[in-house]
């Protein structure tokens, strides 16, 4: 079982930055892929990125491409995603995600564990 548990949201105005991270308890997590999703009020779950167990292959959807970055720190059993040049649409609930997969994926379904979210607004 593993607990995941996203922290770093918040208010920002366009243009900002923010930095999430999501630790992971309960096993390690170097051998899953992760991601991250989002999910604006009236939407439905978008994904975000994935990153491989390594680190060395990523997969960002067209809407972030170019403004977020994750990364990873295996030996902290924590994800990141530094989110730049933000933007009013940004605004959403922002998901982490655990996969027993190892490489990269944007389907929602092959994500077993989830994390609780932390909502980020951006202001115009």
């Known amino acids: 079982q593993v607990q995941l548990v996203e922290s770093g949201g918040g208010l920002v105005q366009a243009g900002g930055s923010l930095r999430l991270s999501c630790v992971a308890s309960?096993?390690?997590?170097?051998?899953?892929?992760m991601g991250w999703f989002r999910q604006a009020p009236g939407k439905e779950r978008e994904f975000v990125v994935s990153?491989?167990?390594?680190?060395?292959?990523?997969y960002y959807s067209d809407s972030v491409k170019g403004r977020f970055a994750i990364s990873r720190n295996n030996a902290k059993n924590t994800v990141y995603l530094q989110m730049n040049s933000l933007k009013p649409e940004d605004t959403a609930v922002y998901y982490c995600?655990?996969?027993?997969?190892?490489?990269?994926?944007?389907?929602?379904?092959?994500?077993?564990?989830w994390g609780q979210g932390t909502q980020v607004t951006v202001s115009s």
């Open positions: 990153i491989s167990w390594s680190g060395s292959s990523t």
């Open positions: 309960g096993r390690r997590i170097s051998n899953n892929a």
């Open positions: 995600a655990a996969t027993p997969r190892a490489a990269v994926t944007s389907r929602p379904y092959e994500y077993d564990y």
